[in-house]
T-cell receptor, first 115, second 114 residues
């Protein structure tokens, strides 16, 4: 079975500081991994995805994530936080074991940016 | 606007009632997914349809059912509603069923059961 674990339900950073949101996955097959962001009262928006190839993936709004197979991790980073980054972030893995491709989501990390 | 349309945006109803949530997928997408988001359960996958056929089933209660119509829109039916069914219900769509397909989410339907 595939799953993801997000460490830290709440993360606070100062404006301009590094953002690091942690995600570890469990998968019996090579995983497809995603990060989504949810702003208040909105749906989920894709930030970036990893399928195959380059392990450092760049996404929208200056975010990037690195797939590390040895650590089963897919942490999300941004060098300098902006006030507009305040939102909830979800890591997800695609369910490939059953032949379907629905996503299993982590419990989310709420990012607060302090001015 | 993601291109995935969900109606209604908000719904308030009483225990024991039945409601229907509707989803129109992004143009060209054949696959539709339903998710439930609640504070205690997080984002839970309910069910997936691909081109009218059920493709995968997750933690969907027997009181809930869904279908995808020939025009590819989908409906999620929730019956014998309980207080615990209060949640945000998201619909998502994707072009197909390949694992690398990106799911595009709608804005959600917020259900409140009183």
């Amino acid at each position: 079975a595939q799953s993801v674990t997000q460490l830290g339900s709440h993360v606070s950073v100062s404006e301009g500081a590094l953002v690091l949101l942690r995600c570890n996955y469990s998968s019996s097959v090579p995983p497809y991994l995603f990060w989504y962001v949810q702003y208040p009262n909105q749906g989920l928006q894709l930030l970036l995805k990893y399928t195959t190839g380059a392990t450092l993936v760049k996404g929208i709004n200056g975010f990037e994530a690195e797939f590390k197979k040895s650590e089963t991790s897919f942490h999300l980073t941004k060098p300098s936080a902006h006030m507009s980054d305040a939102a909830e972030y979800f890591c997800a893995v695609s369910d490939q074991a059953t032949g379907a491709n629905n996503l299993f989501f982590g419990t989310g990390t709420r990012l607060t940016v302090i001015p | 606007d993601s291109g995935v349309t969900q109606t209604p945006k908000h719904l308030i109803t009483a225990t024991g009632q039945r409601v229907t949530l509707r989803c129109s997928p992004r143009s060209g997408d054949l696959s539709v997914y339903w998710y439930q988001q609640s504070l205690d359960q997080g984002l839970q996958f309910l069910i997936q349809y691909y081109n009218g056929e059920e493709r995968a089933k997750g933690n969907i209660l027997e009181r809930f059912s869904a279908q995808q119509f020939p025009d590819l829109h989908s409906e999620l039916n929730l019956s014998s509603l309980e207080l615990g069914d209060s949640a945000l219900y998201f619909c998502a769509s994707s072009p197909g069923v390949a694992g690398a397909n990106v799911l595009t989410f709608g804005a959600g339907s917020r259900l409140t059961v009183l």
